[in-house]
């Protein structure tokens, strides 16, 4: 498979170094990633920050897409279990 960081991508496709994981350059590079991932018979992994990602690039046709991370799924859980707990 490939794995794709949509953030690091958007970078390196900027001209000027800035973050754009909306943006139009990257869209059409992630197409171009399935596209050719899928015929080299290999799966498309994408790095998806929040579950809206997650589903936009479920859509485009990544196979495998890891939301959120590690801290992210911590802080989100204690958050919520303080919530809760608060009643």
């Given at each position: 498979?490939?794995?794709?960081?949509?953030?690091?991508?958007?970078?390196?496709?900027?001209?000027?170094?800035?973050?754009?994981?909306?943006?139009?350059?990257?869209?059409?590079?992630?197409?171009?990633?399935?596209?050719?991932?899928?015929?080299?018979?290999?799966?498309?992994?994408?790095?998806?920050?929040?579950?809206?990602?997650?589903?936009?690039?479920?859509?485009?046709?990544?196979?495998y897409v890891c939301v959120s991370s590690d801290i992210g799924v911590v802080k989100d859980g204690a958050r919520r279990l303080a919530e809760e707990?608060?009643?």
């Amino acid at each position: 498979g490939l794995f794709v960081g949509p953030a690091d991508l958007s970078i390196a496709l900027s001209d000027d170094g800035r973050l754009d994981i909306e943006g139009d350059r990257l869209k059409s590079a992630l197409e171009r990633i399935v596209a050719a991932t899928e015929a080299a018979g290999k799966i498309p992994g994408i790095y998806a920050p929040t579950p809206d990602h997650a589903r936009h690039y479920a859509a485009l046709g990544f196979r495998y897409v890891c939301v959120s991370s590690d801290i992210g799924v911590v802080k989100d859980g204690a958050r919520r279990l303080a919530e809760e707990s608060r009643g």
